[in-house]
C-alpha cells in the first residue's frame, strides 16, 4: 500500500489523470458560498485537456443542484457534467412505478425532495400500506436527531419494507454547522434489521452513471480506470466509494472535518478511523 502523500496543489499531480470525478460539498463550496481555489483548479484542469464530472450525495436531480451554483458563485467553467446521488435514485424509483410509497423528508428547502419523483408513478401512503419506504432526509434537519425516528421506522422494518436511501452522507456541513441526512436515518433502519438500497456514494450505481456521462464526452470512448481521480472530504463515502472503484482518491479538509494545525497527523488518524487509505491529501483544493 502506498503511503498517503500531501501535494501542495492539483498541479503537481494533475498530468497522472484524464478525468476528475469531484464532490461538491465540502469541497467546491459550503452551502453558503463558493471555494474560489478549488473551482479554480477544477477550471485549470479542464483548461489543460482533463474532463471533471462532479458526483454529489445530494438527493436531488443535477438540475437542481446546479441551480445553486450561479447564486454561490461556482463557475460553468469548473465541470462538463454532474450526476447526484438524486439522479441515480430516480433510476431505482423508477422499478417501483406503480407501487406504494411511504416518504420521509421535508417536501422543501434545499433538499426539494419533489424533484426525486416528479413525472414518476408512484402512490404515497403511510407505513401500513407501503411496498417501499423512501428516505429523503429528516423532516427537520436542524431541530431532530435521527434517533428521534428510531421508533417511527420500526414499522417499516416489521413490515420487511426495503427503505430507498437518496443521500447516503450521515452528514454534510452548511456554512459552519454540520445537518443530520439520509444516510443517518438509514443507519437506524439498518440497526433494527431493515434492508436500505443506497444509490450515491460509496455504492457502485453513480459511479457508472459519471463513468456514462464522462464516455459522452469523449464520442463513447471508455475512461481509462488508471487515470480518474476522485476528491472529496469524506472518507466514508468520497475516499470508500473511490477505493471500491479502484480509482485515486484526494482527500480535502474543507468539509465535515474541521482540521487544526497538524492537518497531515489528522488525515492520518481520520483515514485510520474509517479503515480507508487515500492516495493524496490536501487541506484544501487548490491549483
Known sequence: ??????????????????????????VIHNGRSA???????????????????????????KAQVIRLFAPLGVPEAAFDDCVSSGDATRAELARFQGKAVWRLGADGGWEHDRHLYEGLDLNFTDADDADMLLCIGLRDHVGEHPEDYREELKAGVTRSIPMICANPDKQVRVGGQLYWCAGALADVYEDLGGKVIYSGKPYPPIYQLALERIE????????????????GDSPGTDVRGASVQGFDSLYVGTGIKEHGEQFEEEVIE?????GEQATWAMSGLRW
Not at 2 to 25: H, K, M, N
Not at 216 to 231: F, H, N, Q, W
Request: include cysteine; proline fraction near 5%; hydrophobic fraction near 45%.
Open 35 to 61: 471555494f474560489k481555489d478549488a473551482c479554480d483548479a477544477l477550471v485549470r484542469f479542464r483548461e489543460d485537456g482533463g474532463h471533471v464530472c462532479l458526483i454529489t450525495n445530494a438527493p436531488v436531480p
Open 216 to 231: 459522452a464526452l469523449t464520442d463513447g470512448k471508455p475512461a481509462d480506470r488508471s487515470r480518474i481521480l476522485c476528491i
Open 1 to 26: 500500500m502506498t503511503a498517503l502523500q500531501f501535494p501542495q496543489g492539483l498541479s503537481e499531480i494533475a498530468s497522472r489523470y484524464d478525468t476528475i470525478l469531484c464532490d461538491v460539498w465540502g
Open 270 to 274: 481520520l483515514l485510520a478511523a474509517y
